[in-house]
């Protein structure tokens, strides 16, 4: 039942493929939802595919900023629709997909103050608000000249993660502006402001340019963690010859506190749709940040978010940097971090899989793929002495590794040895299975120096594992997560389906409005969250057979990227 008093708290995720919007008391509970895709309700407008426009020559993905606006009405009215009290609505918070940037012109900073409440954000802002109508999304892969600068401007891409946080990589915003700056170098001087996706839709809200938070800005390859400021080398690669200064301009702050109010919401949204004007809009932050808020994570619990993107996150107090993975400031709670991996090929590469299979002829579109993944068995092995298959599914060129787009299939024993390149075809019911566990072996295999044993006699690998995304709904994927990944006490799934994200800011914006002095996120939302309302559990987790089959392989896996690595060099 919807609650009918008391503050209500809305949290957002603007992510590639849609925009989520999440309606919650004080107490945790989901009172309204509403969300608009941008594939089902915009393209014919905007021409897009699975939220994008991709420029293959030069290996460009970006979406456009005009979508994002209208969107924001869309799931507004939608929500309206449903009789949410927006007068109840004392904070919003929320997330954006991450590094990818907006390019504001002045003017665009002055429209965004004086909103008329009769027109709508599309039509009032997307002819002079932005000098550029694109966002380079997190896809993109054309800024590898750039990442080679970055990489050597701090001596290494060892030195780089150590004080960003990351290695330079293709999506990172500090190698998109050099490269924008670059490509459109009037565009980028008639550039007032620069936000990422976050702070874009927190200016919206805000009726004014928002400050970085805390830990989206850590996927810039611009921030330096550990000091806690920009750092003055990688500004002065991005902004070339134009200068440091002007970009700091461009960029403006970084809100260090991930709660707290930046000031009411826009009086666009008070006149329009009714909101409470002492409504505060609070820091919004990167898509997986904001999804890690979405359950209290203890230490050695690890969630893997199934979305358009795969990532696995965990929350831990050690500043641990490589550039195998990613480390974020965490979005709430200073002196922790989010670890990170993320790999472009996630549910779009499932799909294609899917869709080499025989039509599903159920409302499910997913129930032939779940059904021969289930029953192909771990490796494609029906028997020990067969091969183990394993594969690379990489429709677009992957982030990690960092390799060109292509579909790779080797075997090995079951004891690891004797990788090569399979010679028979394989079925789809081969890749079926085969996708899945190349992309959690992966995770298993970069994640081995972030776990350790849950408890006496068990190997290393996380405690629990929470899945949320579109991807977490499938029983077929969440199994073979178990079986690769282990779990000691399981997989769950966050029930909010996939909505972890918005939920996530959703969170926030109770933390920020309702914290008292000094009171963290985890203490005011572990206080709050009901375990057993919002998970439930998916799988079993670890397994000590098939754990430790995996397990004989994982060297081989690693060892069919390096080949594949080295096939790189000689493709180039
Ligand atoms: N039942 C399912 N099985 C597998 N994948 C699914 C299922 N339902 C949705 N997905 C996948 O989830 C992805 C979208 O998930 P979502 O978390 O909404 O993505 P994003 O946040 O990136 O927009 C799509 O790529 C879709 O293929
Ligand atoms: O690039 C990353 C993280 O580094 C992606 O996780 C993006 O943040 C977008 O993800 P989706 O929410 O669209 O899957």
């Excluded at 990489?151 to 924008?180: C, V």
């Excluded at 996150?313 to 991996?341: C, E």
């Excluded at 159920?362 to 068995?377: G, I, M, R």
């Excluded at 079925?427 to 899945?436: E, N, T």
Aim: proline share 5%.
């Amino acid at each position: 039942m919807p609650s009918t008093s008391g503050p209500l708290y809305l949290g957002f995720d603007l992510s590639t493929q849609q925009l989520k919007a999440i309606v919650i008391s004080s107490d945790l509970r989901v009172h309204y939802e509403a969300k608009v895709d941008f594939d089902a309700d915009l393209s014919s407008k905007y021409g897009i595919k699975k939220g994008v426009h991709v420029n293959e020559a030069e290996r460009e993905v970006y979406a456009p900023v005009a979508m994002w606006l209208e969107a924001v009405d869309l799931v507004l009215q939608r929500l309206k629709e449903k009789n949410t009290p927006f007068d109840r609505v004392m904070g919003i918070s929320g997330a954006g997909q991450q590094h990818g940037s907006v390019y504001w012109t002045k003017q665009g900073e002055e429209l965004l103050g004086g909103l008329k409440t009769g027109e709508t954000l599309v039509q009032q802002l997307s002819e002079m608000a932005f000098a550029h109508p694109w966002s380079p999304n997190w896809q993109d892969a054309s800024t590898q000249k750039e990442c080679d600068s970055f990489d050597a401007e701090l001596g290494s891409e060892n030195a780089l993660a150590d004080a960003t946080g990351s290695k330079a990589h293709h999506r990172f915003t500090g190698p998109q502006i050099m490269r924008f700056h670059k490509k459109h170098p009037d565009v980028y001087r008639a550039t007032s402001r620069i936000t990422l996706v976050s702070s874009f839709l927190a200016s919206v809200f805000l009726g004014s340019i928002a400050p970085f938070d805390i830990s989206d800005v850590c996927g810039m390859n611009l921030w330096d963690i550990r000091a806690g400021k920009w750092s003055e080398p990688l500004l002065k690669i991005a902004a070339g010859e134009d200068g440091i200064e002007s970009l700091k301009e461009k960029l403006g702050e970084v809100r260090e506190d991930g709660g707290g109010s930046m000031g009411a919401i826009s009086q666009y949204f008070v006149g329009r749709y009714g909101f409470n004007a002492n409504c505060a809009i609070a820091p919004f932050t990167g898509d997986n940040p904001s999804t890690i808020l979405a359950l209290p994570l203890r230490p050695l619990d690890a969630i893997v978010s199934l979305g358009t993107s795969t990532t696995f996150l965990m929350s831990t107090p050690n500043y641990v940097p490589d550039p195998s993975y990613h480390f974020f400031n965490h979005p709430t709670t200073a002196g922790l971090y989010m670890f990170m991996l993320c790999y472009k090929n996630g549910g779009l590469a499932r799909e294609r899989i899917r869709d080499t299979l025989p039509k599903s002829t159920t409302a499910d579109p997913w129930a032939v793929f779940n059904k021969v993944a289930s029953e192909t068995p771990p490796l494609g092995q029906k028997t020990n002495s067969d091969l183990a298959k394993l594969g690379l599914y990489f429709p677009l060129p992957e982030i990690v590794p960092n390799v060109r787009a292509g579909t790779w299939r080797y075997t090995c024993k079951s004891d690891g040895t004797g990788l090569s390149e399979s010679k028979e075809s394989w079925s789809s019911d081969d890749d079926a299975r085969a996708i899945v566990e190349s992309q959690v072996l992966s995770l298993r295999l970069r994640s081995q120096k972030l776990v350790h044993s849950p408890e006496e006699g068990m190997p290393p690998q996380p405690r629990r594992i929470y899945v949320v995304g579109g991807g977490s709904l499938n029983p077929a994927i969440t199994r073979i997560i178990g079986d690769v990944l282990g779990g000691t006490e399981g997989v769950y799934r966050l029930d909010v389906g996939g909505n972890a994200c918005a939920l996530g800011g959703a969170y926030k914006a109770v933390w920020a409005v309702e914290r008292k002095e000094g009171e963290s996120f985890e203490q005011l939302i572990g206080q709050r969250w009901n375990e057993e309302e919002a998970t439930v559990k998916v799988d079993e987790g670890y397994r000590k057979d098939v754990w430790g089959a995996y397990g004989k392989v994982l060297g081989a896996f690693e060892e069919m990227e390096q080949k594949v690595l080295a096939g790189e060099e000689r493709n180039q």
